[in-house]
């Protein structure tokens, strides 16, 4: 008798939660989140995208999109012309997509290969993706310039090392300088050292 009162309320207990559910979802909302509510013929929400493979391409296109449009600098203000981003994480977007650079300070550069180890592999992935050759533009750049300047002196404790957060030296310039003392930080596949300042360290 226990065993068949127990199943029974169960069985009721089912039952109220399926009309319950049942309820509630005979009513759509007007849209959710930034997008109108699409439904099919039975009343059953359905994808608002119908482009080619789904929301992927519309939000890597968004995001591809405000690379190619970000202001670049030229040699009257950086030590090669380049897109902003290379030199400064340092941004703003208005409604309208105008792409903004606000004043800095060499600090905003404090996350360089960081930041270059994304553009590497993110535009590396969308190249193989995409066949956009793009890639083959920004790439370049971003390296040659910690190449180019953004390794520790010949003389320093770690000599001809990429200095992963550059926060002493010029913005938008070379931050070569025998006075840092680098420590290796562990990444996906590289060894950044972190440096501060003159004489000590700190691990990322």
Excluded at 62 to 67: E, F, Q, R, T
Excluded at 90 to 112: A, E, N, Q, R, V
Excluded at 114 to 119: D, E, K, M, P, T
Excluded at 143 to 169: C, H
Aim: aromatic share 12%; proline share 8%; with cysteine.
């Amino acid at each position: 008798m226990k065993n068949m009162a127990l199943s029974a309320l169960t069985a009721a207990a089912v039952l109220m939660l399926l009309s319950a559910g049942t309820g509630y979802g005979t009513t759509n909302l007007p849209s959710y989140y930034a997008h109108a509510t699409v439904e099919d013929t039975n009343g059953v929400i359905a994808p608002w995208y119908h482009g080619q493979n789904g929301q992927w391409d519309e939000r890597l296109q968004i995001a591809v999109n405000v690379l190619k449009r970000y202001p670049w600098v030229d040699r009257s203000k950086a030590v090669m012309a380049a897109p902003d981003f290379v030199y400064n994480s340092h941004w703003s977007i208005k409604p309208d997509g105008t792409i903004l650079i606000p004043p800095t300070t060499d600090w905003m550069c404090g996350d360089l290969c960081q930041r270059a180890w994304s553009i590497v592999k993110g535009l590396t992935a969308y190249y193989q993706y995409s066949g956009d050759p793009m890639a083959f533009i920004y790439i370049p750049l971003t390296v040659d310039y910690i190449l180019d300047y953004g390794l520790t002196d010949e003389k320093a404790n770690w000599p001809s090392f990429p200095i992963s957060t550059p926060t002493r030296g010029k913005a938008y310039g070379n931050f070569r300088t025998t006075n840092i003392l680098p420590r290796p930080r562990s990444s996906d596949t590289e060894s950044w050292p972190t440096a501060t300042g003159p004489g000590k360290s700190v691990a990322a």
